[in-house]
């Protein structure tokens, strides 16, 4: 289904609020590695937020979303303080891990290796 205008709206609104949110409370640095909001989509109603993270170079993603979802309460509370006169309800937090890094890595590596292989037949 489509996105209507409002909720790419409450999304864009969202996505630069929570930059500046995890900036602010640190949670873009994990654990020597680094965490950013990939995407932000938000339900027809407005009234749940999918939070999209990339982790790079974090040991273990998971804890770190697991991290973050420890924080949600104070994230809640943080946007609530930004956006009160903007949106009638703030939207339910649901953070998720956004893969689509890993599988560009692991696709770079399966074209390097046919690639190669291919350079080897051709010799």
């Given at each position: ?6 909720q790419k ?51 273990d ?10 924080k949600?309460?104070?994230?809640k ?26 599988h ?12 190669e ?6 010799k």
């Amino acid at each position: 289904m489509q996105e209507g205008k409002r909720q790419k709206q409450v999304a864009g609104l969202l996505y630069e609020e929570f930059n500046e949110i995890f900036q602010r409370l640190g949670l873009n640095m994990l654990e020597g590695g680094m965490v950013s909001i990939s995407s932000v989509k938000i339900t027809p109603d407005l009234l749940e937020a999918r939070i999209y993270l990339s982790f790079f170079q974090v040991k273990d993603p998971k804890e770190g979303l697991k991290k973050i979802e420890d924080k949600a309460w104070e994230i809640k509370k943080e946007l609530t303080a930004r956006v009160k006169r903007q949106l009638r309800r703030i939207p339910e937090l649901k953070f998720f891990i956004d893969d689509t890094l890993e599988h560009v890595f692991k696709m770079e590596e399966l074209f390097k290796k046919i690639n190669e292989e291919r350079d080897e037949k051709n010799k």
